[in-house]
């Protein structure tokens, strides 16, 4: 089930992955998982980032997270308006 959902989200599991599923919010530090990744793929260079998450439609600080992190082409980002 897991290898499907996350197929459905785009995340291809045919490397090692780092994910993130939380509310996008700054309390939840998005970018720290940005950096850290950065910093363990210099050593595991086929490394994947996945960000999955729900955006708060009453939060605009939320909304933020999504663009901090920089161009990552090999990295998932995903999200949805409600948590369900």
């Given at each position: 089930m897991a290898n499907r959902l996350l197929g459905w989200l785009g995340v291809e599991l045919d490397a090692p992955l780092?994910?993130?599923v939380s509310r996008f919010d700054p309390w939840k530090d998005q970018p720290g998982v940005v950096e850290a990744?950065?910093?363990v793929k210099e050593?595991?260079?086929t490394l994947k980032l996945a960000l999955v998450g729900?955006?708060?439609l009453d939060d605009p600080e939320g909304w933020g997270c999504t663009g901090?992190?920089?161009t990552l082409p090999e990295a998932t980002l995903t999200w949805t308006s409600s948590p369900t």
């Open positions: 780092v994910t993130q990744y950065r910093m050593e595991v260079p729900f955006m708060a901090r992190s920089g």
